[in-house]
Nanobody, 123 residues
Framework: QVRLVESGGGLVQAGGSLRLSCAASGRTFTRYTMGWFRQAPGKEREFVATISWTGRSTTYADSVKGRFVISRDSTENAVYLQMDSLKPEDTAVYFC????????????????WGQGTQVTVSS
């Protein structure tokens, strides 16, 4: 079992930045592919970014490429999402996810989820 707890969400103006954190506990964190997903009201949960268990490989949704950076710190059992140049359309609940698979780009591929953290970007 892996427990994930997100933090760092909040209200920010368009063009601003936020850094989300995901603290992991439980089974061997370093063996999991980690990812961030988001869900806006009335929409399906969508992929944002993923990072391999080694930390060497990252993948981003086209909508956030060049603005968001995912990273992980295995010594801290944590995953981060640095979000810059935020836009109103980035407003959503952001979820941290863990998968025992190599690839994590779809919500159905996650084995564990955090409870989510709200990000609101005002125009």
């Amino acid at each position: 079992q892996v427990r994930l707890v997100e933090s760092g969400g909040g209200l920010v103006q368009a063009g601003g930045s936020l850094r989300l954190s995901c603290a992991a506990s439980g089974r061997t964190f370093t063996r999991y592919t980690m990812g961030w997903f988001r869900q806006a009201p009335g929409k399906e949960r969508e992929f944002v970014a993923t990072i391999s268990w080694t930390g060497r490989s990252t993948t981003y949704a086209d909508s956030v490429k060049g603005r968001f950076v995912i990273s992980r710190d295995s010594t801290e059992n944590a995953v981060y999402l640095q979000m810059d140049s935020l836009k109103p359309e980035d407003t959503a609940v952001y979820f941290c996810a863990a998968s025992g698979s190599i690839v994590l780009i779809e919500a159905k591929g996650a084995d564990y989820w955090g409870q989510g953290t709200q990000v609101t970007v005002s125009s």
